[in-house]
């Protein structure tokens, strides 16, 4: 049976281990030796991922993953009824350290009860806040599953991920020409105003209901008195519509191509990468029915929407692996508002140790 008490505590417990992206390793090591006392084989791929493998024929894999975003360092979980919060400086970690924590207990109720159930395989994965990093590095030849429930959606558990975008990332460097700014600013070319004019032709902000484009770094300049010679920026684009992915990329290389024309002196270079790819969840696949047919078991409305963020079911899917990610209880993610839901953490391992059962 789904204990309360533990599952609150274990969450605690594993949200005051300091794990930001690149810097899992306390965290790995902490779920290592839980994993460990289940009776799980781990192992670490080359990435440093962590694999649990248990002996049985066609697991089900539980995956969550292992870093959080910053501020996200010496967090001090508040417990206030059935709320749980951070002290407010920080974030309190429940993406994604709610859905690893209920996975947990559902193991250990899964072990307590001491009956039947499928075998799983649990995969944590390191780096996902960082652009699904561990997931696209993750050693598939070590994963032995065919379905996987991944617990890294925003809300309660019966919120389903029905799609998600493809999402781009640039890097824009421009290069002008340094001068002293009270002496002689004619012989300079400022690089901070050509990345300016191009960013100000760039969209912004949510495009429609499947796009959005941000650029959310920039970094130029050494002085107030020069001439500034290089900035870099750095954004995304993402859309659940590949014709509107490639408007995007032409959009982006017009701006570029126009600044050029203008300052054929200056130099500007970019760099544009695809971190994952959208999908659209087919109601048919038997992990979604095997999801949604248990919600309903567990007298909950299953509430499949779309999503404007990517998980590490989108790296998976591309590798074969047939993949539902479904809310986890926290709130208001990436903020040091977010929170957790204690009745909603209930439901969440309640789902994942049912999902377990043989008969599913």
Do not use: W
Not at 124 to 152: P, Q, W
Not at 206 to 228: H, Q
Request: aromatic fraction near 4%; proline fraction near 5%.
């Amino acid at each position: 049976m789904i204990n309360q008490e533990r599952l609150v505590n274990a969450f605690c417990e594993l949200v005051k281990i300091d794990s930001p992206s690149d810097e899992e390793e306390d965290v790995a090591r902490h779920l290592t030796e839980r994993l460990e006392s289940l009776g799980f084989s781990v192992a670490r791929d080359a990435h440093g991922n962590l694999i649990a493998s248990e002996d049985g024929d066609d697991p089900l894999m539980l995956s969550a993953h292992m870093d959080t975003v910053e501020p996200g360092r010496s967090i001090k979980p508040q417990v206030d009824g059935d709320i749980i919060r951070s002290d407010g400086t920080t974030i309190l970690g429940g993406d994604c350290k709610a859905g690893v924590a209920a996975i947990l207990e559902a193991l250990v109720s899964a072990k307590e009860d001491d009956s039947p159930r499928r075998p799983a395989q649990v995969v944590f994965t390191r780096g996902e806040e960082i652009g699904l990093i561990g997931a696209a590095n993750l050693d598939y030849s070590m994963i032995h599953c065919k379905e996987a429930v991944v617990f890294d959606g925003n809300g309660p558990v019966n919120t389903i991920t029905g799609s998600s975008p493809t999402y781009m990332a640039f890097d824009i460097t421009v290069t002008g020409r340094g001068a002293h700014a009270g002496v002689e600013p004619e012989n300079g070319i400022s690089a901070i105003r050509i990345a300016s004019e191009i960013i100000g032709d760039l969209p912004n902000g949510r495009l429609d209901e499947e796009s959005t484009f941000n650029v959310g770094l920039v970094s130029g300049g050494t002085v107030r008195n020069a001439v500034p010679a290089e900035v870099t920026f750095a954004g995304e684009y993402r859309s659940r519509n590949t014709e509107t992915v490639a408007l995007l990329e032409l959009q982006l290389t017009e701006a570029l191509d126009k600044a050029r024309a203008k300052y054929q002196e200056a130099t500007i270079k970019q760099e544009l990468e695809m971190l994952f790819q959208m999908y659209t969840l087919d109601p048919n696949e038997p992990v979604v029915r095997m999801v949604t047919d248990m919600l309903k078991d567990m007298k909950m409305v299953p509430d499949i929407k779309p999503s404007g963020g990517g998980t590490d079911a989108n790296q998976m899917r591309l590798n074969g692996i047939d993949c539902i990610v479904v809310g986890m209880a926290t709130n208001a993610m990436h903020t040091v508002k977010e929170y957790v839901v204690v009745p909603d953490l209930m439901a969440t391992a309640l789902l994942c140790q049912n999902l377990m059962n043989p008969n599913q």
